[in-house]
């Protein structure tokens, strides 16, 4: 069964920083497009940051550019989110996100998601 599992969540302190990681299963994700997705409490979900398969360029919310940096590891199949200079608007439940063709098939996969306080 496809799995996307997220870690690295916690409490951080504003100004602090934390890494995210994604580990995909049953499926490789150099072919796939990753993404961190954060909803936050009373907000809608937002897309924070995106890597594509084919280019490997980055993409970024303006809320978190500068700050965040997502990279993959194809070795390791999985995905990851350094958050630096952390805010208390960076608050939220963040998850992966995985999109991908296998043929006519259009694959969309979901974590369940890891909670980022950031509260002094």
């Known amino acids: 069964q496809v799995q996307l599992v997220e870690s690295g969540g916690g409490l951080a302190q504003p100004g602090g920083s934390l890494r995210l990681a994604c580990l995909a299963s049953r499926f490789s994700i150099d072919t796939y497009t990753m993404s961190w997705y954060r909803q936050g409490p009373g907000k809608e979900r937002e897309l924070v940051a995106t890597i594509t398969s084919v280019t490997g360029s980055p993409d970024y919310a303006d809320s978190v550019k500068g700050r965040f940096t997502i990279s993959g590891d194809n070795a390791k199949n999985a995905v990851y989110l350094q958050m630096n200079s952390l805010k208390p608007e960076d608050t939220a439940v963040y998850c992966c996100?995985?999109?991908?063709?296998?043929?006519?098939?259009?694959?969309?996969?979901w974590g369940q998601g890891t909670q980022v306080t950031v509260s002094s």
């Open positions: 996100h995985a999109q991908g063709r296998s043929g006519d098939i259009v694959n969309d996969y």
